[in-house]
Nanobody, 125 residues
Framework: QVQLVESGGGLVQAGDSLRLSCAAS????????MGWFRQAPGKEREFVAA????????NYADSVKGRFTISRDNAKNMVYLQMNNLKPEHTAVYYC??????????????????WGNGTLVTVSS
């Protein structure tokens, strides 16, 4: 069982950067794959980024490649999403998620096993 709590969301202007954080409560945090998803108003939830137990293994949605960076600190049970040069279309509730396996196909289709409650990011023009 994993409990996830996101933080770092807020209201920013276009062009700003923001770093989201996710605190995980799991005795074996380092063995979980972690990810970020988002749900914009009126749209379905979508995959944003994932990182395996090995921090060097990451995957991104095409729409955020080169702009967002996922990272993790296994010693602190934390995962982060650095978002640069934000645009109004990035406005969404961002969710932290965890999974026992690293499976990008699964994440894109049905998400991960465990979810946080989300943090709202609003980007004004």
């Amino acid at each position: 069982q994993v409990q996830l709590v996101e933080s770092g969301g807020g209201l920013v202007q276009a062009g700003d950067s923001l770093r989201l954080s996710c605190a995980a409560s799991a005795r074996t945090f380092s063995s979980y794959a972690m990810g970020w998803f988002r749900q914009a108003p009126g749209k379905e939830r979508e995959f944003v980024a994932a990182i395996s137990w090995n921090p060097r293994n990451t995957n991104y949605a095409d729409s955020v490649k080169g702009r967002f960076t996922i990272s993790r600190d296994n010693a602190k049970n934390m995962v982060y999403l650095q978002m640069n040069n934000l645009k109004p279309e990035h406005t969404a509730v961002y969710y932290c998620a965890a999974d026992v396996a690293y499976n990008i196909v699964k994440y894109s289709r049905s998400g991960m096993d465990y979810w946080g409650n989300g943090t709202l990011v609003t980007v004004s023009s």
